[in-house]
């Protein structure tokens, strides 16, 4: 699904260069569910973003479902990330004065999906994550978890391939995070790819897949068999304390 080759990235700041990715090799297929992990700096939203069409890259290749993206218009990236790609963020990024199903509604209506057709979506989207009563509601109404709920619901309506998120549980207790986890795991269930950023080794652990960014490397890629070494590893941290 995801192919990125000896990809680099270097952010300009005047005359300083800061060279963020050093060549990342990594491949995610259809249906996985990965995580990113890596100290703050490390790189991972410059990561992420790159993945979603938000960011260009300097030098490799990015293949995204068997297209290359390379040097795309903003109009093209634009319609690309809408056909292909979902996104939840840590602060959800809802549209303050819309209510819950028009937030959900929202990539419909940038498809030219007339509003009857979008708002009856919305609803059956919104009706999946537990939330029908809500529709109505404005964001401030909405609890955390509520609010994040409504986000997986818009990332969810325009049937994307792949999921990308940043920390989509970094703003929320540990309860509501494993309940937003359960959400992930069900949608990913369905063959949706899902790349998450996290710092949080509990929710990292809840994926097929780790992958750690050190020094704009990728440092470690932990999989499957090895997440039990994983989560012994970090067992003091599971612990409540
Ligand atoms: P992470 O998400 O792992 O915390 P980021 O990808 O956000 O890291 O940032 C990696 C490095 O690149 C950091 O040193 C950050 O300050 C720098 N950086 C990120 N975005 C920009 C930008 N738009 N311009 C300049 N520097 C940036
Ligand atoms: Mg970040």
Redesign the pocket.
Known sequence: MITLTNIHKS?Q?GTNS?H?LKGIDLEIKQGEFVSIM?S???????LLNILGILDNYDQGEYHLDGKLIQNMSERNAAKYRNETLGFIFQSFNLISFKNAMENVALPLYYQGVSRRKRNALALEYLDKLGLKPWAEHMPNELSGGQKQRVAIARALISQPKVILADEPTGALDTQTSYEVMDILKEINKDGISIIIVTHEHDIAAMTDKIIKLKDGYIGDLIINGDLANFKKSYAKELQPA
């Open positions: 952010y700041m800061l963020v890596g703050s700096g490390s790189g991972k939203s410059t």
